[in-house]
């Protein structure tokens, strides 16, 4: 079982950038596939970015490409989201997943085995 936990969320202005960290134990990383999802006050959880194993395949929301870059550092036991040209729909909390079984969705919550407890995001003016 991996725990997970996230950093290097806060307060931006519109136009500024984050980098989000989230750092996994307790577990392999390197065998799991790790996603970052959002989540706005009363709006559903939603996904923003995967990474395969080994760093390949990443995968973005598509209203998000081009602003956000996920990456890993297997070493670490670290997955990043490096998030640019923040706007204020950006504000949400943002938790990284990991993703054990071949099988599911990739930017399904539901496909994702484990959560980190989530770091606020609020970008303002």
């Known amino acids: 079982q991996v725990q997970l936990r996230e950093s290097g969320g806060g307060l931006v202005q519109i136009g500024g950038s984050l980098r989000l960290v989230c750092t996994a134990s307790?577990?392999?990383?390197?065998?799991?596939?790790m996603g970052w999802f959002r989540q706005a006050p009363g709006k559903e959880r939603e996904f923003v970015a995967s990474?395969?194993?080994?760093?390949?395949?990443?995968t973005y929301a598509d209203s998000l490409k081009g602003r956000f870059t996920i990456s890993r550092d297997n070493a670490k036991n670290t997955v990043y989201l490096q998030m640019n040209s923040l706007k204020s729909e950006d504000t949400a909390v943002y938790y990284c997943?990991?993703?054990?079984?071949?099988?599911?969705?990739?930017?399904?919550?539901?496909?994702?085995?484990?959560w980190g407890q989530g770091t606020q995001v609020t970008v303002s003016s």
């Open positions: 997943a990991a993703k054990s079984a071949c099988l599911g969705y990739i930017d399904s919550p539901w496909s994702y085995d484990y």
């Open positions: 990474i395969g194993q080994s760093g390949g395949t990443p």
């Open positions: 307790g577990g392999y990383f390197w065998t799991y596939k």
